[in-house]
Protein backbone atom coordinates (compact mmCIF):
# COMPACT_ATOMS: atom_id res chain seq x y z
CA UNK A 1 0.00 0.00 0.00
CA UNK A 2 1.56 3.39 -0.92
CA UNK A 3 0.59 6.04 1.77
CA UNK A 4 1.19 9.50 1.44
CA UNK A 5 1.17 11.66 4.89
CA UNK A 6 0.75 15.60 4.51
CA UNK A 7 2.87 17.00 7.07
CA UNK A 8 2.88 20.69 7.84
CA UNK A 9 5.56 22.76 9.53
CA UNK A 10 4.25 25.17 12.14
CA UNK A 11 5.04 27.84 14.78
CA UNK A 12 5.77 25.86 18.72
CA UNK A 13 2.86 26.36 21.30
CA UNK A 14 5.73 28.03 23.17
CA UNK A 15 7.06 30.27 20.65
CA UNK A 16 7.18 33.91 21.29
CA UNK A 17 4.37 35.82 19.50
CA UNK A 18 5.09 39.27 18.20
CA UNK A 19 2.97 40.26 15.50
CA UNK A 20 4.66 41.28 12.15
CA UNK A 21 4.71 45.28 11.83
CA UNK A 22 2.23 44.98 8.56
CA UNK A 23 -0.16 42.80 10.99
CA UNK A 24 0.02 39.79 8.47
CA UNK A 25 1.06 37.46 10.52
CA UNK A 26 3.76 37.16 13.34
CA UNK A 27 7.84 37.76 12.97
CA UNK A 28 8.96 34.31 12.05
CA UNK A 29 12.74 35.17 13.33
CA UNK A 30 11.69 35.40 16.43
CA UNK A 31 9.49 31.85 16.26
CA UNK A 32 10.38 28.52 16.56
CA UNK A 33 9.25 25.77 14.34
CA UNK A 34 7.89 22.38 15.44
CA UNK A 35 5.75 19.70 13.51
CA UNK A 36 2.54 20.51 13.64
CA UNK A 37 0.88 18.22 16.44
CA UNK A 38 -1.61 16.52 14.75
CA UNK A 39 0.89 15.29 11.80
CA UNK A 40 2.81 13.10 14.36
CA UNK A 41 -0.23 10.91 15.02
CA UNK A 42 -0.95 10.61 11.16
CA UNK A 43 2.73 9.77 11.22
CA UNK A 44 2.55 7.00 13.37
CA UNK A 45 -0.44 5.54 11.74
CA UNK A 46 1.07 5.20 8.58
CA UNK A 47 4.18 3.68 9.97
CA UNK A 48 1.67 1.46 11.92
CA UNK A 49 -0.29 0.47 8.64
CA UNK A 50 2.92 -0.18 6.80
CA UNK A 51 4.27 -2.28 9.06
CA UNK A 52 0.96 -4.13 9.61
CA UNK A 53 0.21 -5.19 6.13
CA UNK A 54 4.35 -5.82 5.71
CA UNK A 55 5.06 -4.44 2.64
CA UNK A 56 4.55 -0.58 0.76
CA UNK A 57 5.87 2.97 1.45
CA UNK A 58 5.58 6.12 3.06
CA UNK A 59 5.67 9.30 1.73
CA UNK A 60 5.95 12.69 3.85
CA UNK A 61 4.19 15.86 1.73
CA UNK A 62 5.53 18.92 3.03
CA UNK A 63 4.50 22.33 1.17
CA UNK A 64 6.51 25.34 2.64
CA UNK A 65 9.82 27.01 2.52
CA UNK A 66 13.28 25.43 3.02
CA UNK A 67 12.82 25.60 6.86
CA UNK A 68 10.45 22.56 6.41
CA UNK A 69 12.37 20.02 5.49
CA UNK A 70 13.68 19.81 9.11
CA UNK A 71 9.66 17.95 9.72
CA UNK A 72 10.28 16.10 6.82
CA UNK A 73 13.73 14.62 8.10
CA UNK A 74 11.70 14.39 11.67
CA UNK A 75 9.12 12.21 9.94
CA UNK A 76 11.98 10.21 7.58
CA UNK A 77 13.71 9.64 10.57
CA UNK A 78 11.02 8.02 12.15
CA UNK A 79 10.33 5.49 9.46
CA UNK A 80 9.12 7.16 6.28
CA UNK A 81 10.87 5.83 3.30
CA UNK A 82 11.01 9.12 1.19
CA UNK A 83 9.66 12.85 0.98
CA UNK A 84 8.19 15.13 -1.37
CA UNK A 85 8.58 19.27 -0.55
CA UNK A 86 6.52 21.42 -2.34
CA UNK A 87 8.69 24.36 -2.06
CA UNK A 88 7.02 27.83 -1.38
CA UNK A 89 9.41 30.50 -2.62
CA UNK A 90 8.46 34.49 -0.93
CA UNK A 91 4.77 34.64 -0.12
CA UNK A 92 3.67 31.70 1.86
CA UNK A 93 0.31 30.74 1.05
CA UNK A 94 -2.69 30.59 3.51
CA UNK A 95 -5.84 30.17 1.33
CA UNK A 96 -6.63 26.33 1.82
CA UNK A 97 -7.91 25.67 -1.27
CA UNK A 98 -4.89 26.86 -3.28
CA UNK A 99 -2.60 24.71 -0.96
CA UNK A 100 -4.53 21.69 -1.79
CA UNK A 101 -4.33 22.53 -5.47
CA UNK A 102 -0.89 22.95 -5.23
CA UNK A 103 -0.24 19.21 -3.51
CA UNK A 104 -2.41 18.15 -5.72
CA UNK A 105 -0.73 19.01 -8.48
CA UNK A 106 2.37 17.70 -7.05
CA UNK A 107 1.25 13.83 -5.88
CA UNK A 108 -1.57 13.29 -9.03
CA UNK A 109 1.15 10.81 -10.93
CA UNK A 110 2.09 9.27 -7.42
CA UNK A 111 -1.64 7.49 -7.19
CA UNK A 112 -1.21 6.95 -3.49
CA UNK A 113 -4.10 4.53 -2.40
CA UNK A 114 -4.13 6.03 1.23
CA UNK A 115 -3.42 10.20 1.94
CA UNK A 116 -3.22 10.34 5.96
CA UNK A 117 -2.94 13.68 7.37
CA UNK A 118 -3.42 15.67 10.91
CA UNK A 119 -6.96 16.69 11.79
CA UNK A 120 -5.66 20.38 11.32
CA UNK A 121 -2.92 23.00 11.75
CA UNK A 122 -1.94 24.55 14.77
CA UNK A 123 -1.36 27.94 12.93
CA UNK A 124 -3.96 29.01 10.37
CA UNK A 125 -6.37 25.65 11.86
CA UNK A 126 -8.38 25.41 8.46
CA UNK A 127 -8.39 22.27 9.29
CA UNK A 128 -9.22 21.21 5.67
CA UNK A 129 -6.47 20.30 3.14
CA UNK A 130 -6.51 16.58 3.53
CA UNK A 131 -10.31 17.00 2.09
CA UNK A 132 -9.48 19.03 -0.32
CA UNK A 133 -6.79 16.85 -1.77
CA UNK A 134 -9.58 13.88 -1.61
CA UNK A 135 -11.91 15.62 -3.62
CA UNK A 136 -9.71 17.23 -6.04
CA UNK A 137 -7.97 13.60 -6.77
CA UNK A 138 -11.29 11.84 -6.51
CA UNK A 139 -10.87 9.56 -3.20
CA UNK A 140 -13.40 8.85 -0.76
CA UNK A 141 -12.89 10.95 2.30
CA UNK A 142 -13.45 10.56 5.91
CA UNK A 143 -12.37 12.94 8.76
CA UNK A 144 -11.84 12.64 12.90
CA UNK A 145 -10.50 8.81 12.33
CA UNK A 146 -10.18 7.83 16.01
CA UNK A 147 -9.18 4.01 14.60
CA UNK A 148 -8.48 2.10 11.48
CA UNK A 149 -8.77 -0.79 10.04
CA UNK A 150 -7.38 -0.84 7.06
CA UNK A 151 -5.43 -4.09 5.02
CA UNK A 152 -4.83 -4.61 1.39
CA UNK A 153 -8.59 -5.53 1.20
CA UNK A 154 -10.53 -2.91 2.86
CA UNK A 155 -10.15 0.70 4.23
CA UNK A 156 -12.16 0.63 7.61
CA UNK A 157 -12.03 3.88 9.88
CA UNK A 158 -13.55 4.67 13.22
CA UNK A 159 -15.10 8.26 12.85
CA UNK A 160 -15.08 9.92 16.18
CA UNK A 161 -18.66 12.17 16.32
CA UNK A 162 -19.27 14.75 18.41
CA UNK A 163 -20.50 14.29 22.14
CA UNK A 164 -18.62 10.49 22.63
CA UNK A 165 -20.05 8.96 19.60
CA UNK A 166 -18.35 7.08 16.78
CA UNK A 167 -18.99 5.46 13.49
CA UNK A 168 -17.24 2.44 11.64
CA UNK A 169 -17.44 4.04 7.69
CA UNK A 170 -15.73 1.53 5.02
CA UNK A 171 -14.54 3.51 2.27
CA UNK A 172 -13.62 2.19 -1.55
CA UNK A 173 -10.12 3.35 -2.01
CA UNK A 174 -8.21 5.43 -2.76
CA UNK A 175 -8.83 7.65 0.34
CA UNK A 176 -7.95 10.69 1.94
CA UNK A 177 -8.31 10.42 5.71
CA UNK A 178 -7.76 13.43 8.57
CA UNK A 179 -6.39 11.61 11.87
CA UNK A 180 -8.06 12.46 15.34
CA UNK A 181 -5.20 13.38 17.71
CA UNK A 182 -4.56 10.75 20.52
CA UNK A 183 -5.42 7.47 17.99
CA UNK A 184 -2.12 6.01 18.65
CA UNK A 185 1.12 6.54 20.75
CA UNK A 186 3.64 8.31 18.01
CA UNK A 187 7.47 6.91 18.23
CA UNK A 188 10.37 9.02 18.39
CA UNK A 189 13.17 8.85 15.95
CA UNK A 190 15.71 6.41 16.82
CA UNK A 191 19.36 7.37 15.98
CA UNK A 192 19.84 4.30 13.58
CA UNK A 193 16.62 6.37 12.31
CA UNK A 194 18.52 9.99 12.44
CA UNK A 195 21.41 9.02 10.52
CA UNK A 196 19.42 6.72 7.67
CA UNK A 197 17.37 9.66 7.63
CA UNK A 198 19.85 11.53 5.70
CA UNK A 199 20.19 9.14 2.61
CA UNK A 200 16.03 9.03 2.00
CA UNK A 201 15.18 10.68 -1.23
CA UNK A 202 13.48 14.39 -0.54
CA UNK A 203 11.96 15.58 -4.26
CA UNK A 204 11.83 19.00 -4.58
CA UNK A 205 8.92 20.33 -6.71
CA UNK A 206 8.15 23.81 -6.75
CA UNK A 207 4.83 25.08 -5.43
CA UNK A 208 2.18 26.26 -7.95
CA UNK A 209 -0.29 29.21 -7.69
CA UNK A 210 -3.42 28.56 -7.92
CA UNK A 211 -5.50 31.49 -7.78
CA UNK A 212 -6.30 32.31 -4.17
CA UNK A 213 -9.82 32.06 -3.02
CA UNK A 214 -10.10 33.59 0.64
CA UNK A 215 -7.08 35.85 2.42
CA UNK A 216 -5.68 36.17 5.91
CA UNK A 217 -6.13 39.75 5.73
CA UNK A 218 -4.04 40.38 9.38
CA UNK A 219 -3.82 39.13 13.08
CA UNK A 220 -4.41 40.66 15.82
CA UNK A 221 -4.91 40.26 19.95
CA UNK A 222 -8.21 39.05 21.16
CA UNK A 223 -9.87 41.93 23.05
CA UNK A 224 -11.43 40.09 25.97
CA UNK A 225 -14.81 40.56 26.88
CA UNK A 226 -15.11 39.79 30.03
CA UNK A 227 -13.75 41.64 32.94
CA UNK A 228 -10.91 39.62 34.57
CA UNK A 229 -8.95 39.82 37.61
CA UNK A 230 -5.84 39.03 37.16
CA UNK A 231 -4.10 37.24 40.49
CA UNK A 232 -0.51 37.18 40.45
CA UNK A 233 1.35 37.40 43.48
CA UNK A 234 3.51 35.38 46.10
CA UNK A 235 1.97 32.10 47.09
CA UNK A 236 0.16 32.66 50.26
CA UNK A 237 -1.56 35.67 48.92
CA UNK A 238 -2.94 33.74 45.73
CA UNK A 239 -3.70 31.09 47.81
CA UNK A 240 -5.87 33.13 50.49
CA UNK A 241 -7.13 35.17 47.71
CA UNK A 242 -8.82 31.99 46.19
CA UNK A 243 -9.87 31.15 49.09
CA UNK A 244 -11.61 34.32 49.49
CA UNK A 245 -13.07 34.03 46.23
CA UNK A 246 -14.58 30.83 46.36
CA UNK A 247 -16.36 31.52 50.26
CA UNK A 248 -17.54 34.80 49.18
CA UNK A 249 -18.32 34.89 45.45
CA UNK A 250 -18.53 31.28 44.40
CA UNK A 251 -19.84 30.67 48.00
CA UNK A 252 -18.89 26.63 48.03
CA UNK A 253 -19.58 26.62 51.43
CA UNK B 1 -31.82 41.26 -1.55
CA UNK B 2 -28.90 38.55 -1.50
CA UNK B 3 -29.76 34.48 -1.23
CA UNK B 4 -28.67 33.05 1.91
CA UNK B 5 -28.41 28.93 2.09
CA UNK B 6 -28.07 27.58 5.57
CA UNK B 7 -27.85 23.99 5.33
CA UNK B 8 -29.33 22.25 8.71
CA UNK B 9 -27.98 19.54 10.64
CA UNK B 10 -29.84 16.79 11.51
CA UNK B 11 -28.88 15.78 15.20
CA UNK B 12 -30.42 12.49 15.95
CA UNK B 13 -33.96 13.61 14.67
CA UNK B 14 -33.84 17.37 15.44
CA UNK B 15 -31.95 20.59 14.62
CA UNK B 16 -28.73 20.78 15.58
CA UNK B 17 -28.08 23.58 18.10
CA UNK B 18 -25.25 24.96 16.13
CA UNK B 19 -27.76 25.11 13.01
CA UNK B 20 -30.09 27.45 15.37
CA UNK B 21 -27.02 29.26 15.98
CA UNK B 22 -25.93 29.24 12.19
CA UNK B 23 -30.07 30.79 11.14
CA UNK B 24 -29.19 33.16 13.80
CA UNK B 25 -26.29 34.41 12.04
CA UNK B 26 -27.80 34.02 8.77
CA UNK B 27 -30.50 36.37 9.55
CA UNK B 28 -28.55 38.80 11.37
CA UNK B 29 -26.58 39.45 7.98
CA UNK B 30 -29.95 39.35 6.28
CA UNK B 31 -30.74 38.21 3.03
CA UNK B 32 -33.45 35.71 1.40
CA UNK B 33 -32.64 32.87 3.46
CA UNK B 34 -33.34 29.44 2.46
CA UNK B 35 -32.49 26.53 5.08
CA UNK B 36 -31.72 23.17 3.76
CA UNK B 37 -32.58 20.09 5.21
CA UNK B 38 -31.51 15.96 4.42
CA UNK B 39 -31.89 12.71 5.15
CA UNK B 40 -34.83 10.51 6.58
CA UNK B 41 -35.00 12.82 10.09
CA UNK B 42 -35.92 15.83 7.16
CA UNK B 43 -39.72 16.04 7.47
CA UNK B 44 -39.69 16.48 11.25
CA UNK B 45 -36.79 19.01 10.93
CA UNK B 46 -38.60 21.01 8.21
CA UNK B 47 -41.38 21.06 10.50
CA UNK B 48 -39.35 22.77 13.50
CA UNK B 49 -38.23 24.93 10.75
CA UNK B 50 -41.86 26.08 9.78
CA UNK B 51 -42.19 28.62 12.39
CA UNK B 52 -39.09 30.69 11.96
CA UNK B 53 -38.32 33.68 9.12
CA UNK B 54 -36.92 32.00 6.91
CA UNK B 55 -38.13 32.61 2.81
CA UNK B 56 -38.59 28.98 2.84
CA UNK B 57 -37.12 25.27 3.18
CA UNK B 58 -36.06 22.82 0.97
CA UNK B 59 -36.37 18.96 1.98
CA UNK B 60 -34.18 16.42 0.09
CA UNK B 61 -34.89 12.99 0.67
CA UNK B 62 -33.55 9.92 -1.44
CA UNK B 63 -32.55 6.70 -0.02
CA UNK B 64 -28.86 7.32 -1.13
CA UNK B 65 -28.61 9.91 2.09
CA UNK B 66 -31.36 8.64 4.18
CA UNK B 67 -28.62 9.20 6.75
CA UNK B 68 -25.01 11.15 6.90
CA UNK B 69 -22.89 10.49 4.58
CA UNK B 70 -20.02 12.65 3.05
CA UNK B 71 -19.91 11.71 -0.65
CA UNK B 72 -24.02 12.10 -0.74
CA UNK B 73 -24.27 15.26 1.40
CA UNK B 74 -21.15 17.21 -1.10
CA UNK B 75 -22.77 16.08 -4.16
CA UNK B 76 -26.57 17.00 -2.67
CA UNK B 77 -25.32 20.73 -1.45
CA UNK B 78 -23.56 20.98 -4.69
CA UNK B 79 -27.02 20.25 -6.87
CA UNK B 80 -28.50 23.15 -4.36
CA UNK B 81 -26.36 25.59 -4.82
CA UNK B 82 -26.54 25.38 -8.52
CA UNK B 83 -29.76 25.49 -8.34
CA UNK B 84 -30.58 28.61 -6.04
CA UNK B 85 -27.30 30.37 -6.54
CA UNK B 86 -27.02 31.69 -2.98
CA UNK B 87 -23.93 34.17 -2.30
CA UNK B 88 -23.04 32.90 1.03
CA UNK B 89 -23.72 29.24 2.14
CA UNK B 90 -23.63 29.44 5.95
CA UNK B 91 -23.57 26.47 8.46
CA UNK B 92 -22.74 25.13 12.24
CA UNK B 93 -18.70 24.49 12.78
CA UNK B 94 -19.75 21.07 14.07
CA UNK B 95 -17.45 18.03 12.81
CA UNK B 96 -20.25 16.56 10.64
CA UNK B 97 -19.58 20.15 8.34
CA UNK B 98 -16.06 19.32 8.93
CA UNK B 99 -16.18 16.07 7.14
CA UNK B 100 -17.82 16.87 4.18
CA UNK B 101 -18.22 20.73 3.50
CA UNK B 102 -14.07 21.14 2.44
CA UNK B 103 -15.31 18.69 -0.60
CA UNK B 104 -18.38 21.26 -1.45
CA UNK B 105 -15.95 23.57 -1.92
CA UNK B 106 -13.26 21.75 -4.08
CA UNK B 107 -16.18 20.85 -6.22
CA UNK B 108 -17.21 24.32 -6.79
CA UNK B 109 -14.20 26.18 -6.53
CA UNK B 110 -15.35 28.26 -3.99
CA UNK B 111 -13.83 29.12 -0.44
CA UNK B 112 -14.71 27.83 2.27
CA UNK B 113 -13.80 30.21 6.20
CA UNK B 114 -14.30 27.73 8.75
CA UNK B 115 -14.99 28.31 12.69
CA UNK B 116 -15.22 32.14 12.15
CA UNK B 117 -16.14 33.54 16.14
CA UNK B 118 -16.90 37.20 14.77
CA UNK B 119 -17.75 38.85 12.15
CA UNK B 120 -17.46 42.47 10.25
CA UNK B 121 -19.07 43.37 7.43
CA UNK B 122 -17.50 41.02 4.42
CA UNK B 123 -14.04 40.84 7.21
CA UNK B 124 -14.45 37.51 9.57
CA UNK B 125 -12.79 36.76 12.63
CA UNK B 126 -10.68 33.16 13.12
CA UNK B 127 -8.66 32.41 15.88
CA UNK B 128 -5.23 31.62 15.06
CA UNK B 129 -1.76 29.89 16.67
CA UNK B 130 -3.60 28.06 19.16
CA UNK B 131 -6.11 30.30 19.66
CA UNK B 132 -3.71 33.01 21.19
CA UNK B 133 -4.49 35.49 18.19
CA UNK B 134 -6.95 36.25 16.35
CA UNK B 135 -7.30 36.43 12.66
CA UNK B 136 -9.41 38.44 10.25
CA UNK B 137 -10.41 36.37 6.61
CA UNK B 138 -11.71 37.75 3.62
CA UNK B 139 -13.49 36.00 0.65
CA UNK B 140 -12.10 36.67 -2.55
CA UNK B 141 -14.96 35.15 -4.86
CA UNK B 142 -18.72 36.00 -5.12
CA UNK B 143 -19.63 32.66 -3.38
CA UNK B 144 -18.67 31.38 -0.05
CA UNK B 145 -19.34 29.29 2.46
CA UNK B 146 -19.04 30.15 5.97
CA UNK B 147 -18.90 27.91 9.51
CA UNK B 148 -19.58 29.71 12.65
CA UNK B 149 -18.35 28.32 15.51
CA UNK B 150 -20.27 27.42 18.84
CA UNK B 151 -21.64 30.73 20.24
CA UNK B 152 -21.03 32.95 17.80
CA UNK B 153 -24.44 33.91 17.51
CA UNK B 154 -26.96 32.99 19.88
CA UNK B 155 -30.16 30.27 18.59
CA UNK B 156 -32.24 32.35 21.19
CA UNK B 157 -31.80 35.56 18.48
CA UNK B 158 -33.40 33.63 16.09
CA UNK B 159 -36.03 35.12 14.41
CA UNK B 160 -39.74 33.37 14.42
CA UNK B 161 -41.89 33.94 11.52
CA UNK B 162 -43.33 31.17 8.91
CA UNK B 163 -41.87 29.31 5.86
CA UNK B 164 -43.43 26.76 4.19
CA UNK B 165 -41.08 24.00 2.71
CA UNK B 166 -40.54 22.07 -0.51
CA UNK B 167 -39.32 18.88 -1.96
CA UNK B 168 -36.08 19.39 -4.16
CA UNK B 169 -34.95 16.36 -5.99
CA UNK B 170 -31.82 15.35 -6.58
CA UNK B 171 -29.75 13.33 -8.97
CA UNK B 172 -27.61 11.05 -7.35
CA UNK B 173 -26.22 7.74 -8.58
CA UNK B 174 -25.12 4.96 -6.28
CA UNK B 175 -21.64 5.22 -7.80
CA UNK B 176 -21.51 8.71 -6.38
CA UNK B 177 -21.45 6.74 -2.78
CA UNK B 178 -18.08 5.46 -2.37
CA UNK B 179 -18.54 4.63 1.51
CA UNK B 180 -20.71 2.34 4.09
CA UNK B 181 -21.25 3.72 7.50
CA UNK B 182 -22.30 1.47 10.33
CA UNK B 183 -24.37 2.49 12.96
CA UNK B 184 -23.24 5.46 15.61
CA UNK B 185 -22.29 4.01 18.73
CA UNK B 186 -21.28 5.34 22.35
CA UNK B 187 -17.92 3.52 23.62
CA UNK B 188 -18.73 3.91 27.87
CA UNK B 189 -21.66 4.84 29.65
CA UNK B 190 -20.48 8.18 31.43
CA UNK B 191 -19.72 7.33 35.31
CA UNK B 192 -20.57 10.63 36.19
CA UNK B 193 -22.83 12.92 35.33
CA UNK B 194 -21.01 16.36 34.14
CA UNK B 195 -23.67 18.12 33.02
CA UNK B 196 -25.37 18.71 36.18
CA UNK B 197 -22.88 18.81 38.53
CA UNK B 198 -22.49 22.33 40.37
CA UNK B 199 -18.68 22.09 40.67
CA UNK B 200 -16.07 21.24 38.75
CA UNK B 201 -12.20 20.54 38.61
CA UNK B 202 -10.83 20.49 35.58
CA UNK B 203 -7.33 19.32 34.38
CA UNK B 204 -5.60 20.16 31.45
CA UNK B 205 -2.19 19.30 30.00
CA UNK B 206 -0.34 22.00 32.61
CA UNK B 207 -0.68 19.09 35.22
CA UNK B 208 2.39 17.89 33.48
CA UNK B 209 2.21 13.85 34.56
CA UNK B 210 -0.42 11.06 35.24
CA UNK B 211 1.35 11.08 38.69
CA UNK B 212 -0.19 14.51 39.53
CA UNK B 213 -3.87 13.82 38.99
CA UNK B 214 -4.68 12.88 41.69
CA UNK B 215 -4.44 16.60 43.18
CA UNK B 216 -7.24 17.44 40.88
CA UNK B 217 -9.40 14.59 42.63
CA UNK B 218 -8.46 15.65 46.55
CA UNK B 219 -9.37 19.50 45.17
CA UNK B 220 -12.28 17.75 43.89
CA UNK B 221 -13.12 16.14 46.75
CA UNK B 222 -12.67 18.80 49.50
CA UNK B 223 -14.68 21.06 47.37
CA UNK B 224 -17.40 18.42 46.68
CA UNK B 225 -17.14 18.85 42.96
CA UNK B 226 -16.67 16.39 39.76
CA UNK B 227 -13.19 16.52 37.65
CA UNK B 228 -13.35 16.96 33.86
CA UNK B 229 -10.14 17.54 31.92
CA UNK B 230 -9.41 18.59 28.28
CA UNK B 231 -8.81 16.71 25.60
CA UNK B 232 -4.64 16.24 25.54
CA UNK B 233 -5.14 14.91 29.22
CA UNK B 234 -7.80 12.41 27.73
CA UNK B 235 -5.44 11.67 24.75
CA UNK B 236 -2.74 10.54 27.43
CA UNK B 237 -4.98 7.97 28.98
CA UNK B 238 -4.47 9.71 32.01
CA UNK B 239 -8.37 10.04 32.73
CA UNK B 240 -11.29 8.20 30.58
CA UNK B 241 -13.36 9.96 27.80
CA UNK B 242 -16.67 10.11 29.36
CA UNK B 243 -14.44 13.07 31.70
CA UNK B 244 -13.71 15.14 28.55
CA UNK B 245 -15.39 18.61 28.13
CA UNK B 246 -15.19 20.54 24.59
CA UNK B 247 -16.70 19.91 21.27
CA UNK B 248 -15.83 16.17 21.32
CA UNK B 249 -16.58 15.61 24.87
CA UNK B 250 -19.69 17.14 27.39
CA UNK B 251 -20.69 20.83 27.58
CA UNK B 252 -21.58 22.33 31.12
CA UNK B 253 -22.40 25.48 32.55
CA UNK B 254 -21.50 24.92 36.17
CA UNK B 255 -21.00 27.50 39.49
CA UNK B 256 -17.63 26.75 39.26
CA UNK B 257 -15.33 25.63 36.63
CA UNK B 258 -12.04 26.01 38.15
CA UNK B 259 -9.07 25.17 35.43
CA UNK B 260 -5.96 23.92 36.57
CA UNK B 261 -3.45 24.27 33.65
CA UNK B 262 -6.04 24.30 30.81
CA UNK B 263 -4.82 26.34 27.81
CA UNK B 264 -7.85 27.31 26.89
CA UNK B 265 -8.18 26.07 23.00
CA UNK B 266 -11.61 27.13 21.25
CA UNK B 267 -12.34 23.15 21.68
CA UNK B 268 -12.39 23.26 24.95
CA UNK B 269 -13.71 26.54 25.65
CA UNK B 270 -17.05 26.11 23.16
CA UNK B 271 -17.59 23.19 25.75
CA UNK B 272 -17.28 25.41 29.44
CA UNK B 273 -17.83 29.09 28.59
CA UNK B 274 -21.38 29.55 30.16
CA UNK B 275 -20.07 28.47 33.50
CA UNK B 276 -20.81 30.95 36.06
CA UNK B 277 -17.65 31.73 37.62
CA UNK B 278 -14.43 30.74 35.75
CA UNK B 279 -11.28 30.19 38.04
CA UNK B 280 -8.25 29.64 35.46
CA UNK B 281 -4.30 28.59 37.03
CA UNK B 282 -1.93 28.28 34.48
CA UNK B 283 1.60 29.79 33.78
CA UNK B 284 1.54 31.26 30.63
CA UNK B 285 0.15 34.81 31.05
CA UNK B 286 -0.91 34.52 27.30
CA UNK B 287 -3.01 31.41 27.60
CA UNK B 288 -6.49 31.84 26.12
CA UNK B 289 -8.40 30.56 28.75
CA UNK B 290 -7.65 33.98 30.89
CA UNK B 291 -9.31 35.85 28.28
CA UNK B 292 -12.73 34.16 29.14
CA UNK B 293 -12.09 33.65 33.29
CA UNK B 294 -13.43 35.60 36.11
CA UNK B 295 -10.53 35.12 38.02
CA UNK B 296 -6.67 34.83 36.20
CA UNK B 297 -4.39 32.53 38.31
CA UNK B 298 -0.72 33.42 36.64
CA UNK B 299 1.21 30.49 38.97
CA UNK B 300 2.44 27.20 39.03
CA UNK B 301 -0.27 24.90 39.77
CA UNK B 302 1.89 22.32 41.59
CA UNK B 303 2.58 24.90 43.74
CA UNK B 304 -0.56 26.61 43.96
CA UNK B 305 -2.98 23.90 44.41
CA UNK B 306 -1.61 21.52 46.86
CA UNK B 307 -1.74 24.61 49.08
CA UNK B 308 -4.99 25.57 48.34
CA UNK B 309 -6.31 22.30 49.19
CA UNK B 310 -4.39 22.29 52.51
CA UNK B 311 -5.90 25.96 53.31
CA UNK B 312 -9.25 24.85 52.48
CA UNK B 313 -9.17 22.02 54.26
CA UNK B 314 -8.43 24.08 57.82
CA UNK B 315 -11.52 26.53 56.40
CA UNK B 316 -13.88 23.78 56.94
CA UNK B 317 -13.03 22.53 60.29
CA UNK B 318 -13.25 25.94 61.18
Known sequence: MKIAVLVKQVIGSESALEISDDSSWVKEKNASFVMNPPDNYAIEEALIIKEKIGEGEVVIVSQGPARVQKVIREGLAKGADRAIHVEENGQIETDPLSIAKSLTSALKDENFDLILSGLQSDDTGMGQTGVLIGELLGMSTATLAIETDIDREQIKVKRELESGWFQWVKLKAPASVSIQSGINQPRYPSLKGIMGAKRKEIKVIQSQNAEKKQSLDKVFVPQTSKETEIIETDLNSTVDRIVEILKSEVKVF | ?318
Open chain 2, 1 to 318: MMNILVVVEDNRGSMHRMSKEAIAGAQKIGGNITALVIGANADAIADQLSSIALENTLVVKHELVSSYNSDGYTEVVKQVIQSINPSIIIIGHTYQTRDFMPRVSARLDIPFIPDIIGLEQDAYTKQVLNSKLNSSVSSLSDMKILSFQSACFSAEDMLTGSSSSQNFDVDLDPSMVRSSSEEPFQESAAEVDLESAELIVSVGRGIEKEDNIPIAFTLAEVLGAEVSASRPVIDSGWLPSFRQIGSSGQNVSPKLYFAMGISGAIQHVVGMKGSKNIIAVNKDPDAPIFEIADYAVVGDLLEIVPKLIEALKTEKDL
